[in-house]
Structures are given as C-alpha cells and as structure tokens.
C-alpha cells in the first residue's frame, strides 16, 4: 500500500465485497415499496371511512396485518440504504459520520419495530376495543 | 439532471415525514380512540391536507422515477431523445396520478 493518489493506496486490493449487496437490497426493496404502498393506497381508498372504528377493523384482518408489517420492514430498510447514500454524499467528516450513522440506524429500527408493534397490538387485541 | 435530483428529493422526504407520519398514524390507531382523534384532527387540518398531497405526489414521483432506474440498470434507455423524453414526462405523470388519487378522495368520503 503505497502513500500517492487515493487509487494508489486501494489498487490492488480487490473490492470491499458487500457494495453489490447494498445496490441488490435498495432494489429489492424498492420493489416490496411499490408493490405495498400501492396496495395501502387502494385500500385506503376503498375502505368505507378513516375513522378510529373501520380502520383498527380493517387492520385487525391477518390478511392486512401482515402486508402492513411487511411493508413497513421494507419501507424503514429501504430508507435506511437511501439516507445513507445522502449521508455518504455529504457527511465527510468521521465523527459526525459515525453520529449520524447510529441516529439512523436508531431511526430505522426504531421507527419500523413502532409501526409493527403497533399493528400486531391492533391484529392481536381485534381492533377496536 | 433535474429527474435525478428530484428522485432524492422525494425520497428524503418520504423517508423522514412520510416514514413519521406513517408510524404516528399506526401508533394512534393503536393506542385508542383519543390518540386517533388527534392525529386525525392534525390529518383534516389545512397541513395536514398539504403535507399528504404532498407525499401522494413524492411517493409516484419517486416511484416512477424509481421504474426509469430500473430500466437503466438492465442498460436500456440511454439513448438520447428516449432518455429526455421518459425524464419529461415522468413529473408530469405523478402530478397526473396524484390529482386522480386526491380527486377520488374529494368527491367521495371523508
């Protein structure tokens, strides 16, 4: 490992061999979002009302449980790959990397065990109680 | 240029108050009645009308968008007018998709 260029000191040492699997999940992610999300969407639209009633009903059905579930796994994943691309862009000192890598890890898997917990409550208490 | 920037755009935005809002909306419901109400009365505001206009738009922009680097990575598309045209039309079809969606909304319930 040479001292010169940036290419200099990598040349030679082959790739970080984890790149493709972060560019695969994004994509794969992406495609759990589409499919999901506008699943979500037509459903809302063709639910009877939003109120507190209908929609702790609806939610309590396994068979919406889970795909809310499932898409909140790939939403928080899929957002956590893309906050980290902007990060990378723009965050280029260490520490303040490594600060808001935690706090977006922490947001991720915060923010997707808070919506799963949430809906399972509702799946398992049987809605509106 | 403007497509790509407008990809990243969208997709922070869903990320942080899209994401959020979701999660608010799931734990009010789970929490009960009270809980719901109010985010249902932040929901109903002007905001909150704004802010969901907002995403349904972000939310196609970003997914056609989305479809566009799909196709691009299997290597097709790249050829000059192909790629200008897709990049031209893509905003004008979330903006059409989400006056659609918001349309249904208005003139039937809630």
């Keep these: ?129 | 240029m403007a497509i790509s920037i407008l990809h990243r755009v969208t997709g922070d935005g869903l990320a942080v108050v899209g994401a959020l809002g979701l999660v608010w909306w799931l734990m009010a419901a789970a929490m009960g009645q009270e809980a719901y109400d109010y985010f249902i009365s932040w929901a109903k505001s002007p905001i909150g009308y704004v802010v969901m206009i907002g995403l349904t738009w972000a939310f196609f922009q970003h997914l056609l968008s989305g479809l566009r680097h799909f196709v691009l990575d299997m290597g097709a598309g790249y050829e000059l007018k192909v790629n200008k045209s897709w990049s031209i039309l893509l905003p004008f079809l979330a903006i059409a998709i989400t006056v659609v969606i918001w349309a249904l909304i208005f003139t039937r319930h809630i």
């Excluded at chain 1, 639209?45 to 889970?66: E, F, M, Q, R």
């Design chain 1, 1 to 129: 490992m040479g001292t010169g260029t940036g290419i200099g000191r990598v040349r030679g040492l082959g790739s970080a061999k984890s790149g493709a699997h972060h560019w695969l999940v994004q994509r794969y992610t992406a495609v759990g979002n589409l499919l999901l999300v506008v699943w979500l969407i037509i459903s809302l639209l063709k639910l009877s009302g939003l109120d507190y009633g209908s929609v702790t009903a609806w939610i309590a059905n396994p068979l919406v449980a889970l795909p809310l579930i499932l898409m909140l796994v790939s939403i928080f994943w899929h957002l956590r790959l893309g906050l980290q691309v902007l990060m990378e862009d723009y965050v280029h000192d260490d520490g303040l990397k490594f600060f808001c890598t935690l706090l977006l890890n922490f947001y991720a898997l915060g923010g997707a065990a808070a919506g799963a917990f949430a809906v399972a409550k509702i799946a398992f208490t049987g809605g509106a109680a």
